[in-house]
């Protein structure tokens, strides 16, 4: 995980810090390898490229987290526990509609000692709505205006949603604008992220929550996909 640590070194980590996150993303790593073989859980399996394409990836919206935080549609826990092992003294939830990735991710827990995390074994749709956080990412293929639906009912306003996307995502934000202001967001800005030891460019589209989202939101029967705003 040498690429690993030396990123985190050039992120203002100390060496000794670094060594430690080093050894226990080096556990996830594995741990993520030999479980695959079981579950289908990610489409990267070479060991360089989950260093750089899940940890590092994962790692890149580190600067924007703040207070206690969700990952909604978790799945093998990107970026939700790639965040928490450089932020174990935040709380976090880990959410997820498939049981297999919710037991990975509990495994995972405690082979890493890891504190202030639990994990939900639901769908968006059927997760509290008085339970609120002040900031959701999600790192999924979904379209924005459907991962709005799915997260910013569950932002604290004031919160903030950040979402994980491709290089050449203007015309999504474009499409999306309607459903963040319906669901009470606004676009704050959009951050580009180099991944070190790749030619990808992250783009983190980070949404501000400025007023409540109406309690109809997010509608069930997959309509957030079939029938976006």
């Known amino acids: 995980m040498e ?9 203002s980590f100390s060496e000794e810090i670094a060594a430690d996150s080093a050894e226990k993303f080096r556990v ?7 479980k695959n073989k079981q579950f289908n859980l ?5 060991p360089e490229e989950i260093e750089i394409k899940h940890f590092i ?6 600067p924007y987290i703040e207070g206690n935080f969700a990952d909604i549609g978790t799945g093998a826990g990107f970026p939700g526990l790639a965040l ?3 932020l174990p003294d935040s709380d976090f939830t880990l959410i997820d509609s498939l049981n297999k990735r919710i037991e990975f991710l509990n495994e995972l827990i405690l082979k890493l000692e890891l504190k202030k995390v639990k994990t939900i074994h639901a769908r968006a749709e059927e997760l ?9 990412a999600a790192r999924a293929v979904s379209k924005l205006n459907t991962l709005c639906e799915y997260t910013l009912p569950f932002v604290k306003t004031g919160g903030k949603f950040i979402s994980y996307k491709s290089e050449n995502c203007v015309e999504e934000i474009e499409q999306a604008q309607k459903a963040i202001s319906v669901l009470g967001g606004k676009l704050e800005k959009v951050v580009s992220v180099k991944l070190p030891y790749s030619d990808i460019t992250r783009k983190l589209v980070i949404i501000r929550k ?3 989202t109406p309690l109809k939101y997010p509608r069930g029967q997959n309509k957030p996909k079939k029938q976006p705003l």
Do not use: C, G, H, P
Not at 128 to 136: A, F, Q, R
């Open 3 to 11: 690429k690993l640590k030396e990123y985190l070194i050039k992120n």
């Open 28 to 34: 996830y790593r594995d741990f993520l390898i030999e």
């Open 42 to 46: 990610t489409a990267i399996t070479e």
């Open 57 to 62: 990836d994962s790692l890149s919206a580190l």
């Open 84 to 86: 928490k092992i450089m």
């Open 128 to 136: 509290d709505k008085n339970v609120k956080y002040d900031t959701i």
């Open 210 to 212: 400025i007023k409540e």
